[in-house]
């Protein structure tokens, strides 16, 4: 079975370009996430969303996010304009419910630089 | 949510069986405990969950004593291949409330 899919794997990019960043659950769940890693933030929960609608955007930074989930298979991170200190790896993760007690599948990662 | 602590980091040896114990003194009922395993340039992966006692799998065993106010994950004979960072989740079942929030984990290192 397919797992979570994002893409790019690899972004660098130029400070005030806009950056989308996308992801295709695995077929069948329900909630998606959105996470960003930093060394010294650690895994930040930024959104989530159940039944392709957003639960909690309380973990966004600021308005030079969004999310948009518009069908159970996909779903796009935006950053715009972006900034130096958006680099970070950012994580799609699904489960077939919201919970802790639903296991959550982690996508590899969108690895962002902006310079 | 039930609030974790985990030490921040660990060191052993290869072959060594390594315990990572959590607190979780003000966990709920309903609560489950779930440890993820996050290696170097990939996302957490789910290593084990429990609600009580003891459970094992391929990969590890998850000890929960009877008052369930912290749980130990014990690893068996490690190898470097074991070198992760390892995440102790607490939370309400299928609550969708839930916010699946990860601390900063404990970074085992294995030595050869």
């Known amino acids: 079975d397919a797992g979570v899919i994002q893409s790019p794997r690899h972004e660098v990019t130029e400070m005030g370009q806009e950056v989308t960043l996308r992801c295709k659950p695995i077929?069948?769940?329900?909630?998606l996430f959105w996470y960003r890693q930093t060394m010294m933030r650690g895994l930040e929960l930024l959104i989530y969303?159940?039944?392709?609608?957003?639960?909690?955007d309380s973990g966004m930074p600021e308005d030079r996010f969004s999310a948009k989930m518009p069908n159970a298979s996909f779903s796009t991170l935006k950053i715009q304009p972006s900034e130096p200190r958006d680099s970070a790896v950012y994580f799609c993760?699904?489960?077939?419910?919201?919970?802790?007690?639903?296991?959550?599948?982690f996508g590899e990662g969108s690895w962002l630089t902006v310079v | 949510l039930a609030k974790t602590t985990q030490p921040i980091s660990m060191d052993s040896y290869e072959g060594q069986e390594v315990n990572i114990t959590c607190s979780h003194n003000?966990?709920?009922?309903?609560?489950?405990i779930t440890w993820y395993q996050q290696f170097p340039s990939q996302g957490p992966r789910f290593i084990i969950q429990?609600?009580?006692t003891k459970v094992t799998n391929e990969v590890a065993s998850l000890f929960i004593p009877a008052d369930r106010k912290s749980s130990t994950l014990s690893l068996p004979r490690v190898s470097l291949s074991d070198t992760a960072v390892y995440y102790c989740?607490?939370?309400?079942?299928?609550?969708?409330?839930?916010?699946?929030?990860f601390g900063k984990g404990t970074r085992l290192h294995i030595l050869p």
């Open positions: 003000n966990i709920a009922t309903n609560d489950y």
């Open positions: 429990g609600y009580k």
């Open positions: 989740l607490v939370g309400g079942g299928m609550n969708r409330d839930d916010k699946i929030i």
């Open positions: 969303f159940n039944n392709n609608v957003p639960i909690d």
């Open positions: 993760a699904s489960s077939r419910d919201t919970g802790v007690g639903n296991t959550i599948y």
């Open positions: 077929s069948g769940h329900n909630s």
